[in-house]
């Protein structure tokens, strides 16, 4: 676990998935969902450091990446249901960008 | 109900068993011990732990902060499984666990996930009209309560610590998890009150 | 990708509205012997580092879509498992003939 890279994100920064499409490109495995590419939410919390799946998938050496829970509120995810409403996710470090100030994404 | 498995299907599975035991990888002896292994977990794990951190407070506070721990604590052997993760309700919040992707669940504490947990509409739905989907187990949410769906991706297997219910006071422990159901843990029910209270 | 609901990978399906008007069924039934064994051998093959979890994702993910919605849940196991097994030639395809 010493060896892991600091965590770049902490509970509470807004952070954006990287609108990336993998699976358009060829063969591969990915655990983030197509409904968050390209959104913007918050870190919940740092879950620690894990083996990159999208390697494991494949019996590659697989570095481990750092792993967050991400909070997305959930009516902009559908353009429907209930204000307050969230999705809780776990994404890996490398699909999150720093995001800009929550104001953006009011509404 | 889901449909039984095809007959090819369950014939090329004993043509693969038998070629891993013909070159010694595995042994029907080991497959028993698997399964009987995994038919021993069961929802009754998870409600037990539900009930002790209701009523102990250092046990809630592990069992928040080092789910596997606290499963361990319990005489859960966790070694090989992911890690566990509890997720607690309050009274303005309440969560609900789906793997839009797989399967993913919390096997080690909770046993083999039932089909709905893995029916495409479950899986489809749940993160996009919760309300409808939890309407359906009759589950309707108090007002001001603001859903959070878990949607477990990677890593991590979840559990829902849900609000322990009014009525219940100075309940054993015994008599609190028998209300924490397999549906209350994934999310998709509340533990129901006594009747003394519900009648209220 | 002109039509916003069709998701580029099969099994990622979350708010997919073609199951939009479907109830889900209550079903709490155990696997059958069928489900149990093909779970128990997932289990074994991993213990003896023949094969991830993620492998046996990625080979369910691969699964043609058409396929992917019509086997049961663990015959789709069943087929990522084998395709793995003659993929890191653990078996042969003579040897599964059988």
Same mark, same amino acid.
């Given at each position: 676990m010493s060896d892991d890279a600091a965590p770049r994100f902490s509970p509470g920064d807004r952070v954006q998935v990287?609108?990336?499409?993998?699976?358009?490109?060829?063969?591969?495995?990915?655990?983030?969902?197509?409904?968050?590419?390209?959104?913007?939410?918050?870190?919940?919390?740092?879950?620690?450091?894990?083996?990159?799946?999208?390697?494991?998938?494949?019996?590659?050496?697989?570095?481990?990446?750092?792993?967050?829970h991400v909070l997305f509120d959930q009516p902009p995810l559908w353009r429907e249901g209930e204000p307050g409403d969230q999705v809780l996710v776990e994404i890996f470090e490398h699909w999150l960008e720093p995001a800009a100030a929550p104001?953006?994404?009011?509404? | 109900m889901s449909p039984p498995p095809r007959p090819d299907s369950i014939a090329g599975l004993e043509r693969l068993i038998a070629a891993l035991k013909a070159k010694g990888i595995v042994t029907e002896?080991?497959?028993?011990?698997?399964?009987a292994q995994?038919?021993?977990?069961s929802p009754e794990t998870g409600a037990r732990m539900v009930a002790r951190a209701w009523v102990d407070p250092a046990y809630r506070a592990l069992l928040l902060r080092d789910g596997t721990a606290a499963a361990e604590a319990m005489g859960v052997s966790m070694a090989g499984a992911p890690p566990l993760g509890v997720l607690e309700d309050t009274p303005t919040r309440h969560h609900v666990i789906v793997c839009t992707l797989c399967s993913c669940y919390p096997r080690a504490v909770l046993g083999y996930p039932p089909p709905w947990y893995k029916s495409f509409a479950y899986r489809a739905r749940v993160v996009r009209e919760p309300r409808a989907v939890l309407a359906e187990w009759g589950t309707v949410l108090p007002p001001g309560v603001e859903v959070r769906v878990v949607d477990s991706t990677a890593d991590y297997r979840w559990m829902v610590l849900p609000l322990?219910?009014? $009525?219940?006071? $100075?309940?054993?422990? $015994?008599?609190?998890?028998?209300?924490?159901?397999?549906?209350?843990?994934? $999310?998709?029910?509340?533990?129901?009150?006594?009747?003394?209270?519900?009648?209220? | 990708m002109s039509d916003p609901d069709r998701t580029p990978a099969t099994h990622d399906i979350g708010g997919l509205s073609r199951f939009r008007c479907t109830p889900v069924e209550h079903d709490e039934s155990p696997p059958d012997a069928f489900g149990k064994r093909v779970d128990a051998l997932r289990q074994l093959l991993a213990a003896k580092r023949l094969m991830t979890v993620d492998e046996l994702r990625r080979g369910i993910e691969s699964i043609p879509e058409d396929e992917y919605f019509a086997l049961t849940y663990?015959?789709?196991?069943?087929?990522?498992?084998?395709?793995?097994?003659?993929?890191?030639?653990?078996?042969?395809?003579?040897?599964?003939?059988?």
């Open positions: 990287r609108d990336d499409w993998p699976e358009r490109r060829g063969p591969c495995h990915i655990r983030t969902p197509h409904y968050l590419r390209g959104r913007t939410g918050t870190v919940e919390r740092v879950l620690g450091a894990f083996p990159n799946p999208e390697d494991l998938a494949f019996a590659r050496p697989a570095p481990r990446r750092v792993l967050y104001a953006k994404e009011a509404a | 002896e080991e497959l028993a011990a698997r399964q995994t038919d021993k977990a322990r219910p009014a $009525g219940t006071e $100075g309940w054993s422990e $015994g008599r609190l998890a028998a209300l924490v159901t397999r549906d209350v843990l994934v $999310g998709v029910a509340l533990p129901q009150p006594p009747v003394a209270a519900a009648a209220e | 663990y015959e789709r196991w069943l087929r990522s498992i084998t395709a793995l097994m003659l993929e890191k030639g653990v078996v042969t395809e003579e040897e599964l003939r059988g």
